[in-house]
């Protein structure tokens, strides 16, 4: 594997200048998974074979040793989870470092849970995850668990952000915004792409954003939905 440290394009590109991918598949299952299009793979086999990619940390590590990647912010991952649950992460852990150590920092998204790699973070990286609407939100209970595990990256230090993309359902979203908004330096606001909604987009996007500036949160809304905004 040579430099799998790549730039992002297309709709992926709104996400960050560089990124990685660590693993072969994906065992969270989420239905709207785009990741084994792109990567030509059976849907089934993607979701239930999941390992490290052939030589990943070593390929990372020689990739960054030539130095032509230097004070950037890399993203894991855009075609995987880096927390794949139930499974060994350590890879991950190993990328992470070789990243810090070589003057870049992370941006994780993630549906897992990275609490066991806090102790490499710092305020200079991100720690976010994605909340799509599926699992309800509110003040005294926290339903989807990797809240919690953001919860404690912010109380860190650490630089979080939420990825609201796909949204599933428009409501639970802008509770969450208002809910978790304290918690976070950074939302980003998407649609739901490539399957069927009868959520009014442009009537979602403008409540969102019209949240953020009223919470005074650092927001940015993708541009498949600014579009729907127009
Ligand atoms: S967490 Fe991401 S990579 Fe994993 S199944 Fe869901 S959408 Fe696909």
Redesign the pocket.
Known sequence: MINPIYKPKGKAAEYGDYAVNIYT??????Y?????LVLRKDKEI??SCVEPRDGIVEAVKKQLAKGKIKGKTIHL?????PY?TGFDTTPTREIIKLIKESGNNVQI????DGNRDFDLLDENDWYGI?YDGNEMVNDNYFSCCNIETLKVAHMRGIKTWISFEPVLDCKRVLYAIVNLSSYVDKIKIGKLNYFPSDINWGDFGRKAEELCKSLDVVYYIKDSLRKEME
């Open positions: 598949g994906c065992p969270h299952r989420c709207y998974c785009y990741a084994p993607f979701h991952c855009f075609t995987c989870d794949p998204l993630t549906k897992g994605t």
